[in-house]
């Protein structure tokens, strides 16, 4: 394990795709490691990229990973699918709009499966930041799903989160759900070689004179992946951000907010498995369903139970 | 939580037909597979540094265009040099008969042509995958 670590700090990309494994099985040496993973991360810009389904997401970060690289940066990228809760299994084709990026090895790219039975985004995926930052990736950048609550969970991971819109939704501001939009720090109007795009941008801009609360100012940009236009607008208000945070010292607000919610995720996920996996819970909470649906028991009371042995 | 079937499903050379392909994917995925898809057009390179990037046990090549024997055995070679030797390799398409022992040969342990039931290639993957 320590051979493996040393070579994924050294950026060794075998190392580093099997770490992530192990990680996401679970095993326990690797989950040791990440003591040592931990210390050495905390530099890579963290970049989430969100947004309805079919926006461009993936177009949107290969057309910045491109840039990125022009700029001799080393990039990671994560993109996220769901995962059936029913077969468990997932199809991950974020990957096709990359392909072009394959055969460099200066960019990584893994896909993942959303796994949780939360929902949101599994804590494997703070692990992963935290391997691709400690082997040396200066730029993090981390594409999630466009339904369910990975969205608005991706503001607690990223340092920059991006918000994209398309043309075209109707009234796509009134009926995005809560949450999306407030979490912007910068909204991207994709496709912009399609009509509507000025009613986008003003709906953005109304809303935000409504809502606005912060000091800053969010940009709003308008991006054509198709025809590569507005990638160097938006990589500068990146990086403007990124200037923004560390000027009012806020990149340490937002690192301790990503290590909250990792701590929360994994202390979830370990009671989530103490109590339905183990085999000692499962038994009695099979028979405690029966008498509920039998309603000699309601939920609360049944719940009051097995909370009752595990605090004990 | 047992670990998941990470299967890559690629589509080597110039053949632009991936129906099938994303059919066997979806089965895959049905049969609880994680599965990446690489889209249409892929070199050998892309794909064995894919497979490399994404930690696959299994990788799927769809080819109906007959340039099996280069491009499936480009993969095979391919990966050989890059060590990684545990990797299940699986080929499907339009693939003569005679064609399938050179493939097996040179590392293609299922070829699975037209008509093949989709499950057939789940219990093949499932019993061969290299645990």
């Given at each position: 394990?320590?051979?493996l670590?040393s070579?994924?700090?050294k950026?060794n990309t075998?190392a ?10 679970n095993?326990s ?5 990440m ?5 050495k ?18 177009s949107?970060i290969?057309?910045l ?6 700029q001799?940066k080393?990039?990671?990228?994560i993109a996220?699918?769901p ?5 468990g ?13 394959a055969?460099?090895?200066?960019v990584?790219?893994?896909s993942?499966?959303t796994h949780?039975?939360?929902g949101g ?10 391997i691709?930052d400690?082997a040396?990736m200066?730029i993090?950048l981390?594409?999630?799903v ?12 990223a340092?920059?989160t991006?918000v994209v819109?398309?043309p ?6 009134q009926t995005?759900?809560?949450?999306l939009?407030?979490i912007?720090?910068i909204?991207?109007?994709n496709?912009a ?20 609360k912060s000091?800053r ?13 507005g990638?160097?607008e938006l ?9 923004y945070l ?6 340490e607000?937002k690192r301790?907010?990503r290590y ?5 995720e994994?202390?979830k996920m ?6 339905f996996?183990?085999s000692?819970?499962?038994?009695r909470?099979?028979?405690?369903i ?8 309601d ?5 009051d139970e ?6 004990k | 939580?047992e670990?998941?079937i990470?299967v890559?499903i690629?589509k080597p050379g110039?053949?632009g037909h ?5 059919i066997v ?12 898809y690489?889209g249409?057009h892929q070199?050998?390179e892309?794909i064995?540094k894919?497979a490399?990037q994404?930690?696959v046990?299994?990788?799927g090549?769809?080819?109906?265009s ?5 491009l499936?055995?480009d993969?095979a070679?391919?990966?050989k040099?890059?060590e ?6 699986v ?9 399938v022992?050179a493939l097996k040969?040179?590392g293609?342990?299922?070829?699975f ?7 057939e ?11």
């Open positions: 394990m320590n051979n670590v070579k994924v700090i950026g075998r580093i795709a099997q770490m992530i494994t192990l990680i996401e099985n095993d040496d690797a989950i040791d490691a003591k040592e993973i931990h210390k991360s905390g530099n890579a810009h963290v970049i989430g990229i969100t947004g309805v389904m079919g926006s461009g997401k993936s949107l290969f057309e990973a491109y840039q990125y690289r022009k001799g080393k990039i990671g990228i996220v699918d995962t059936s809760p029913f077969s299994g997932a199809f991950l084709g974020d990957r096709v709009r990359m392909m072009e990026l055969t460099d090895d200066d990584f790219i893994r993942m499966g949780g039975m939360l985004l599994a804590s494997s995926v703070f692990d992963v930041v935290e691709f400690a040396g200066d993090i981390i594409e999630t466009g339904v369910g609550q990975a969205e608005v969970d991706i503001v607690k991971i340092d920059t991006l819109l398309v075209g939704l109707g009234d796509s501001i995005i759900k809560a949450g939009m407030e912007a720090d909204f991207v109007v496709k070689d399609k009509t509507g795009v000025e009613q986008v941008v003003a709906e953005i801009e109304s809303m935000l004179d409504i809502s606005s000091d100012e969010t940009p709003i940009v308008t991006t054509s992946t198709k025809k590569h236009l990638i160097s990589v500068s208000e990146i990086s403007s951000h990124r200037n560390k000027k009012e010292k806020l990149i607000v301790r907010k909250e919610a990792e701590l929360t994994i202390i370990r009671l989530m498995n103490l109590i996996d183990e000692k819970f499962k038994e909470i099979d028979t405690l029966d008498q509920i649906s039998n309603k000699e028991l939920p609360y009371s049944a719940a097995i909370l009752g042995k595990i605090l | 939580m670990r998941k990470r890559l690629a110039l053949d991936d129906r099938g392909a994303k994917a979806r089965a895959l995925r049905d049969a609880g597979m994680e599965v990446i690489t249409l070199t050998a892309k064995v894919t490399i994404e930690d046990e299994v990788i090549l769809s080819l109906l007959g340039a099996h024997m280069t499936f055995v993969v070679n391919m990966l040099e890059n990684m030797n545990d990797v299940l390799i080929g499907g398409g339009i693939i003569p008969e005679d064609d022992p040969k040179a293609i342990s299922g070829v042509g037209p008509g093949t039931r989709v499950d290639i789940v219990r093949f993957i499932i019993e061969n995958v290299k645990r």
